[in-house]
């Protein structure tokens, strides 16, 4: 049986695509000892861990939000870490820390925005991001404080924070 140099290549590119799928790449911590990453999509899982402290602050609690809720009101969450999550739906640890956080939760101080990995291009341009599952710690004015992949849930990804 002769298999078609076409097929035979379009397995390979699909089989390490998915391979690739919450792995490191070398250029993705260029020049991060540490990092953070924010995710941020307009997903319905998005917001849903965000708590409140005595305070009624949202964002001190902890808060997983999408792209679209932190760019109405970035400055709700200047109190916290804010990391970026560049995720993909069809990533399998990428829906892993999603559910990990579902369940969870977010931890006191951080907000992780949940951000679509295939059409906020922009962003994966501005950040320097070559693969899903990947964190971006920004600041205030959106400057890359740290950069990482893999943290499986809200807890790792605080450790990893500067």
């Known amino acids: 049986m002769r298999i078609r140099p076409a097929v035979l290549a379009a397995t390979a590119v699909a089989g390490l695509t998915l391979a690739a799928c919450g792995t490191e790449t070398p250029d993705a911590d260029a020049g991060a000892g540490s990092g953070a990453t924010t995710s941020s999509s307009a997903s319905?899982?998005?917001?849903?861990?965000?708590?409140?402290?005595?305070?009624?602050?949202?964002?001190?609690?902890?808060?997983y939000v999408s792209l679209a809720d932190y760019d109405a009101d970035p400055s709700?969450?200047?109190?916290?870490?804010?990391?970026?999550?560049?995720?993909?739906?069809?990533?399998?640890?990428?829906?892993?820390?999603?559910?990990?956080?579902?369940?969870?939760?977010?931890?006191?101080?951080?907000?992780?925005?949940?951000?679509?990995?295939?059409?906020?291009?922009?962003?994966?341009?501005?950040?320097?991001?070559?693969q899903q599952h990947t964190f971006v710690q920004v600041d205030?004015?959106?400057?890359?404080?740290?950069?990482?992949?893999?943290?499986?849930?809200?807890?790792?990804i605080l450790a990893e924070t500067v």
């Open 44 to 63: 319905s899982t998005a917001g849903s861990t965000s708590g409140t402290d005595a305070s009624g602050d949202a964002a001190a609690a902890g808060s």
């Open 76 to 130: 709700a969450y200047e109190d916290t870490k804010v990391v970026l999550f560049f995720h993909a739906d069809w990533c399998p640890s990428c829906r892993a820390t999603e559910a990990a956080i579902a369940e969870k939760g977010v931890p006191a101080g951080l907000t992780v925005v949940e951000v679509d990995y295939d059409s906020e291009t922009d962003l994966r341009k501005q950040y320097g991001i070559t």
């Open 140 to 156: 205030g004015s959106g400057a890359e404080l740290g950069k990482w992949s893999g943290s499986a849930d809200g807890a790792a």
